[in-house]
C-alpha cells in the first residue's frame, strides 16, 4: 500500500487527537489522509471544519455524515450517530463550507435518503460526494436504490465499492449482490468508482482485520468486476482514488 485515508471513526466523535497523531508517525511523508465527523446540523461546524482544516492543510479530504435512521422517522437530535435533517438550513450551510474548503462530503446512509441527497448534492455541483457501502443497496426498495444511482448524473459523485455483505442475503462471496454492483458500475462507470474496506473479516466466521480476511476481500473485487477491462479495473482499485484525495 502506497496510501491509506483514515475513515475516523464514531468512537472519537470530534476528537482529533489519534488522528493528526497517526499524521505525525506515518511510516512514509503525506501516507495518511483523513475524513473527519462533525454535527452537520449543528450552527458552529462549519467554523469548527475550517479550523481543522487549516491545522491539518492537505490531509482531510471530506466531512462523513449520517442517515441511517428508520425510513420515515424523524431525524436525531442527539447521540453518537448524527443523522440530522438533510433538509436544514445548517446542513446546507455546512455543505457549502466543504465546498469551500475543497473537501468531500461523504455520506452514509440508507437509499431511503437518497432523493435528499441528490437535492442538496445538485446545489454543490462541483463538490465531490461519495456514496459508501455501494449506497447499501440491499437495505431500500427497487425504486430506491434507482434514486440512489440517479446520483450518477452529477459528475462529482462517487460510489464506493465497499461492505458488500449489506447488500447481500448470502454468505461470502455474495453472489446476489453483484448485479447491483454491475448496475452501480453502468451508472458511474470506472472512472468514478473506488474501492476501500479491504481486510475487514466479512465471511462471519472471524473478527478483526486480517491478511487473510484481505485476500479474500481482493478475490471478491476480482469476482465482482469480472466483466471490466483491467485498466478499469486499476481504476477503482487505486487510480481513481489517488485523484479524488489528491494524491496525483
Known sequence: MDHAVIVHPEPYQDDYRYLEYCFAHEPSKGFFK??????PASKDTPDRLSSLVGN??????????????KPGSASLTSGPIKDRDLKSPEMKATWKRCQQLKIAVQMHFLPYYAVDILH????????????????????????EFNNVLKLATLPK??????????????????????????????????????????????????????????ERDAALFENMFDFAKEEERQQIRGGNALRLYRWA
Open 34 to 39: 483523513g475524513t473527519c465527523l462533525f454535527d
Open 56 to 69: 491539518n492543510p492537505g490531509r482531510i479530504v471530506a466531512l462523513r455524515i449520517h442517515e441511517t435512521h
Open 120 to 143: 442538496l448534492a445538485q446545489q454543490f455541483p462541483d463538490m465531490p460526494v461519495i456514496l459508501d457501502h455501494l449506497g447499501r443497496g440491499g437495505e431500500g426498495t427497487a425504486a
Open 157 to 214: 459523485v462517487y460510489m464506493k465499492f465497499a461492505n458488500i455483505e449489506s447488500s447481500s442475503k448470502e454468505k461470502y462471496p455474495f453472489a446476489d449482490a453483484k448485479p447491483l454492483v454491475r448496475r452501480a458500475y453502468d451508472a458511474f462507470g470506472p472512472n468514478r468508482m473506488i474501492w476501500g474496506y479491504f481486510g475487514h473479516d466479512a465471511t462471519g466466521v472471524g473478527g478483526g482485520f486480517s491478511m487473510a480476511a484481505f
